[in-house]
């Protein structure tokens, strides 16, 4: 039995089709079973603070988010049996970012209290996800014109049924217990050439047009609050430019090369139309 949390996420969903296609009992720990939609062959079990241990019965491995992370919860895992843990971590730790970064320190806490819990542990860190596209869905579904910041910013987003895929590896073979996985896409996109590629999908030619990252914030980033925008900006104006990292974790360890942004998008093409 694996049990994993976050289970109604993008990785998470992936990681339950794919335990279950594998024909391995599953454990969905979701916060609102009613509406998590999940296959019909997991076992779904609200997730939250106030839960009951017993979540974890008979479950020998947790995938874990940091979020999700804290000393309770794995000394309530570890004393219901569970003797693995793969976490979904974050490549900021490994980047050399400025570790008072809120998301270095969010991963760089999870990590630890993992290293300290006394059960075995694998680290997924994936640098940019391609389902951050998704920030431009609404713009996408109403116009052919995407606003954004850092026109030239580049990127290897992965796609997050290949962290699926890794997690899955981790978590049903041996000889990943103190691995780090350093996951990225296969190819750099900058910004304007992932909307390029979505716009392929969806069939129209979208035009990204810069804007000013001071006056970014109301306007595109509303939800995020003002000192982790600001650190954000930061990131991103580091990557104007750059070449990314890319790695071939994904294929190391699964056998199958990861996939570009391009197949991303052909997958997600409903979500910009929809």
């Not at 979540?55 to 999700?68: E, K």
């Not at 976490?87 to 400025?98: E, K, Q």
């Not at 962290?163 to 073979?173: P, Q, S």
């Not at 197949?263 to 979500?271: L, V």
């Amino acid at each position: 039995m694996i049990a994993v949390t976050g289970a109604t996420g993008n990785v998470g969903r992936a990681l339950v089709d794919r335990l279950l296609a594998a024909g391995v009992p599953v454990r969905a720990l979701t916060r609102d079973p009613e509406r998590a939609a999940l296959p019909e062959g997991a076992e779904v079990v609200r997730f939250g603070p106030e839960e009951s241990p017993a979540r974890f019965a008979g479950a020998t491995s947790l995938f874990l988010y940091a979020q999700a992370t804290s000393v309770a919860l794995l000394e309530a895992a570890r004393a219901q049996g569970v003797r693995h843990v793969v976490l979904l971590s974050s490549g900021i730790i490994h980047r050399g970012v400025d570790d008072t970064h809120p998301i270095h320190v969010l991963h760089a806490t999870a990590e630890r209290r993992i290293r300290d819990s006394g059960l075995a542990w694998t680290f997924l860190r994936p640098n940019a996800f391609a389902t951050n596209a998704l920030q431009w869905a609404p713009q996408i579904r109403t116009g052919n014109t995407v606003r954004g910041v850092f026109v030239d910013a580049r990127f290897a987003p992965i796609h997050e049924d290949d962290i699926a895929a890794v997690a899955e590896r981790a978590l049903l073979d041996e000889g990943h217990e103190a691995a780090v996985h350093h996951l990225t896409g296969p190819e750099a996109y900058s910004n304007a050439e992932q909307v390029a590629a979505i716009g392929a999908a969806v069939g129209r030619e979208l035009t990204f047009v810069e804007v000013d990252p001071a006056e970014a914030g109301a306007e595109l980033f509303a939800h995020v609050p003002p000192p982790m925008l600001e650190r954000m900006l930061g990131s991103f104006a580091r990557t104007v430019g750059v070449p990314p990292e890319i790695t071939a974790t994904v294929e190391d360890v699964t056998g199958a090369p990861g996939r570009t942004f391009t197949r991303w998008a052909r997958d997600h093409a409903a979500d910009f139309t929809a």
